[in-house]
């Protein structure tokens, strides 16, 4: 089980899959008021850089799932690396459904991984049957600073169409909709999104510099050629990103 091997090529060296900075990561578990002994559930959790440094920081104890095993790996060598492998945990495989195991948790997040729900409101839904009554959620999902105009605009952005994010008005509302308080929210700043969004660049750079023969490498030559402007011109300008924290009312 792995996840489609180009997004590896462009994310091995990213310890956040998002376009969050490590400071952004920081103020989110701040504002959560976290106290130690807190219990998480991470769904796609990447490199684990959240539940690791939040471990470190504030005390908390939990598992993430993610279907790669490299960033997988690389979660479990940043928990000892932090000093904090005996309190968090990471299974590789796919979170489809995934309930937690050890009864419910205080706090239950998937950032920047809806699809494993098949949407927001799915992930919702997964996610309340992990949480304890009164726990957080915590979504992190994109949304339009403005709607692209048409279908071609949206996959210039990586969408697939202009349907699949909501303004952020909509998406708060949304939450509403969907019988949650948001509580909190920490959002993408330009400077967020170039950080992962250049660290591709740099990674994919070294990579063709390293992989002259490797099958990919004429698709991954063609994307640093072209993604630096298709990403000023259309991603920075349209595409927010953001992590909300829930409370069910
Ligand atoms: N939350 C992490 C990772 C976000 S990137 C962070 O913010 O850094 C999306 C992640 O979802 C990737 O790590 C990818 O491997 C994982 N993923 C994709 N499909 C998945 C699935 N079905 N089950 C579990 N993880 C999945």
């Known amino acids: 089980m792995d996840i489609p091997r180009i997004h590896t090529i462009r994310e091995s060296e990213h310890r956040i899959h998002n376009p969050f900075t490590p400071t952004k990561l920081a103020r989110l578990g701040e504002v959560l008021r976290l106290t130690p002994g ?3 559930l991470d769904l796609g959790s990447g490199s684990g850089e959240m539940l690791c440094t939040w471990a470190r920081d504030h005390g908390l ?4 799932v993610d279907l790669s095993p490299l960033f997988t790996q690389q979660a479990r060598a940043r928990a000892v690396e ?3 492998a005996d309190r968090v945990r990471f ?3 796919d979170a489809a459904g995934y309930v937690s195991s050890d009864g419910p948790v205080d706090l239950a997040a998937c950032v920047g991984a809806t699809w494993i729900g098949g949407g927001v409101a799915g992930t919702v839904e997964l996610l309340a049957k992990s949480l304890r009554p009164g726990g957080i959620m915590l979504i992190g999902e994109p949304f339009w600073h403005r709607t692209p105009p048409d279908q ?3 996959e210039l952005c990586d ?3 202009p349907s699949d994010f909501l303004l952020l008005p909509e998406l708060l509302a949304g ?3 969907l019988g949650y308080d948001v509580v ?3 959002l993408a700043d330009q400077d967020s999104w170039d950080r992962y969004q250049a660290g591709h660049w740099f990674t994919m750079r070294t990579w063709l510099d390293t992989h002259p023969d490797d099958e990919m490498f004429a698709e991954v030559r063609a994307e640093l050629s072209a993604d630096p402007a298709r990403y000023a011109q259309y991603t920075r300008e349209y595409v927010g990103w953001g992590v909300f924290a829930l409370r069910q009312r």
Request: avoid cysteine; aromatic fraction near 4%; charge should be negative.
């Open 38 to 40: 807190t219990t998480a």
């Open 61 to 64: 104890t939990g598992t993430g």
């Open 82 to 84: 932090l000093g904090v």
């Open 91 to 93: 299974i590789h495989g």
């Open 152 to 154: 071609q605009t949206a």
């Open 159 to 161: 969408a697939t169409s």
């Open 175 to 177: 939450f509403g909709d």
């Open 184 to 186: 909190q929210m920490v």
